[in-house]
């Protein structure tokens, strides 16, 4: 069955310092990869995707297959980055049907 | 002004009740889904729609109900055989057909049984 896994729950780090929050799926075909954001109070969006290989707001992330990991990684965090990031799978290329879902998400605090 | 609306924000209910969560969106969007959001489980997807009148479970469909009647709007029914139906409900939507489609969310239903 496709699944998305965070390990981790909560994720503090200290401004200025790197940060990288994992995410790992299970999927047979060819995966659609994206981090989606919400900050306090605001609606959940989007962030990236594995497909566009960009960078947003000094945020990348490379799909790895062999790993089966599309970890998240910013070389400096800043106090605004505290959020909640969630980690999401599409399988509209493999199937007929245009499903996404979603890991259980980290909570990133970065302390002043 | 562009985007998905759902309402109402709170609801409440009481228990063997049926509800109604509405979900409208005006970006022309062919795909829709729901989402149950509770804390430390991320986002569940309970229903998805790709075209009108057609519609799939996704992983905790149970107790849940949908229609797609017209493009623009994707309502879900919480019904009295949820067992746990408190919680917060997201909408969403996304063009169809297109490798690496961006979803766009509601602000959400917040669902409390009493």
């Known amino acids: 069955a496709q699944r998305v896994t965070q390990p981790e729950k909560l994720l503090s780090v200290f401004k200025g310092a790197p940060v990288e929050l994992k995410c790992n799926y299970s999927y047979s075909g060819s995966p659609e990869l994206f981090w989606y954001v919400q900050y306090s109070r605001q609606r959940l969006q989007l962030l990236l995707r594995?497909?566009s290989r960009e960078s947003i707001k000094g945020f990348t992330a490379d799909l790895n297959k062999g790993e089966t990991s599309f970890h998240l990684k910013k070389p400096f965090a800043q106090e605004e980055d505290s959020a909640m990031y969630y980690c999401?799978?599409?399988?509209?290329?493999?199937?007929?049907?245009?499903?996404?879902?979603f890991g259980p998400g980290t909570s990133l605090s970065v302390i002043p | 002004d562009g985007g998905i609306t759902q309402s109402p924000k709170y609801l409440f209910r009481k228990e063997g009740q049926n509800v109604t969560l509405s979900c409208e969106q005006n970006?022309?969007?062919?795909?829709m889904y729901w989402y149950r959001q509770d804390p430390g489980q991320g986002l569940r997807l309970i229903y998805y729609?790709?075209?009108?009148?057609?519609?799939q479970k996704g992983d905790i469909a149970e107790g849940y109900s949908v229609s797609r009647e017209k493009k623009e709007s994707f309502p879900l029914t919480v019904t009295s055989a949820q067992k746990n139906p408190t919680a917060f409900y997201l909408c969403?939507?996304?063009?169809?057909?297109?490798?690496?489609?961006?979803?766009?969310f509601g602000e959400g239903s917040r669902l409390t049984v009493l």
């Open positions: 999401a799978l599409s399988l509209m290329p493999k199937t007929s049907y245009d499903k996404v879902i």
């Open positions: 729609s790709q075209i009108v009148n057609d519609f």
């Open positions: 594995h497909i």
């Open positions: 970006l022309n969007h062919d795909a």
């Open positions: 969403a939507s996304r063009a169809a057909g297109g490798f690496g489609g961006e979803l766009f």
